[in-house]
């Protein structure tokens, strides 16, 4: 199987919404590979050499939050949210539907105003010069990071989400396909 078939087989989406998804599923492997490695060099280091690495715990709340917000747009495109449906079959379809529309507005304002409200702080924290407490890496460009990443969300709760209400589809992605 060639790379572009691979690509076609597990990234269902049109276009450059594809290539967006394999660069951000990139950036989070990448991350992950790289948290894995910290780790493991952590601790062979601390039982064997008595000795750490000096930020290894900064790096690794850094690294998870570039980890879950790159997938945040992801999981909110392709419907992998966790979705409660007791009361889907008592409802009916039209009322369903209504309150997906709903719930999809909330989110994605949700997701906008505290975008606003994330990237405010990013700024302050730039013009203040804050920076971490042992490795001194700039902590306001990692907050627009989880700002402009918390914005792509919104837009795709608001457009695909609602797509995806509007069509009838509800159902998310199986893990593993």
Request: aromatic share 12%; charged share 15%.
């Amino acid at each position: 199987m060639s790379i572009r078939d691979w690509i076609d087989k597990h990234y269902p989406e049109p276009n450059i919404y594809r290539w967006v998804g394999v660069g951000l599923e990139g950036i989070s492997a990448t991350v992950l590979f790289l948290l894995m490695a910290l780790t493991c060099v952590d601790v062979v280091g601390r039982y064997l050499f008595n000795n750490s690495i000096n930020g290894a715990f900064e790096l690794t709340q850094m690294g998870l939050a570039i980890m879950v917000f790159a997938q945040m747009p992801l999981i909110t495109w392709r419907g992998g949210h966790v979705v409660v449906d007791l009361l889907d079959h008592v409802l009916g379809n039209r009322i369903v539907k209504v309150l997906g529309i709903f719930s999809v507005f909330i989110i994605s304002s949700s997701f906008y105003f505290l975008a606003i409200r994330i990237y405010e702080l990013a700024e302050r924290s730039l013009r203040r010069g804050e920076v971490s407490e042992y490795l001194k890496i700039p902590t306001g460009y990692l907050t627009e990071y989880i700002a402009i990443m918390s914005w792509i969300t919104a837009a795709c709760m608001l457009t695909y989400g609602a797509y995806r209400v509007l069509k009838g589809n509800n159902e998310s992605q199986q893990f593993g396909e």
